[in-house]
């Protein structure tokens, strides 16, 4: 069993960064495949980014390529997500997921398990 608990959202100016964590429980964090999706008022959820169990691979969403940073460190339990140049369409509640496929997926189906989310809202 892994619980999850995301941190770091807010209300921030367009162009502005956050950077959201997500910290797991559980001493089996390291083998598990980790995602952000997310959720717009009125959408449904959707992928962000996504980090295989050792850090080395890493996917995106095309709206979010080359502003957010997903990265992890296995020692803390955590993973995080960089988030620059923030747009006001990057509003939304932000969820952190642990897969039991190690290598993450951009498909929510292949998560476990979910954490409770963060609300990000970006104001123009």
């Known amino acids: 069993q892994v619980q999850l608990v995301e941190s770091g959202g807010g209300l921030v100016q367009a162009g502005g960064s956050l950077r959201l964590s997500c910290a797991a429980s559980?001493?089996?964090?390291?083998?598990?495949?980790m995602g952000w999706f997310r959720q717009a008022p009125g959408k449904e959820r959707g992928f962000v980014a996504a980090?295989?169990?050792?850090?080395?691979?890493?996917y995106y969403a095309d709206s979010v390529k080359g502003r957010f940073t997903i990265s992890r460190d296995n020692a803390k339990n955590t993973v995080y997500l960089q988030m620059n140049s923030l747009k006001p369409e990057d509003t939304g509640v932000y969820y952190c997921a642990a897969a039991r496929q190690r290598y993450g997926s951009s498909q929510d189906v292949h998560y476990d398990y979910w954490g409770q989310g963060t609300q990000v809202t970006v104001s123009s």
């Open positions: 559980g001493r089996t964090f390291s083998s598990y495949g």
């Open positions: 980090i295989g169990w050792g850090g080395g691979t890493t």
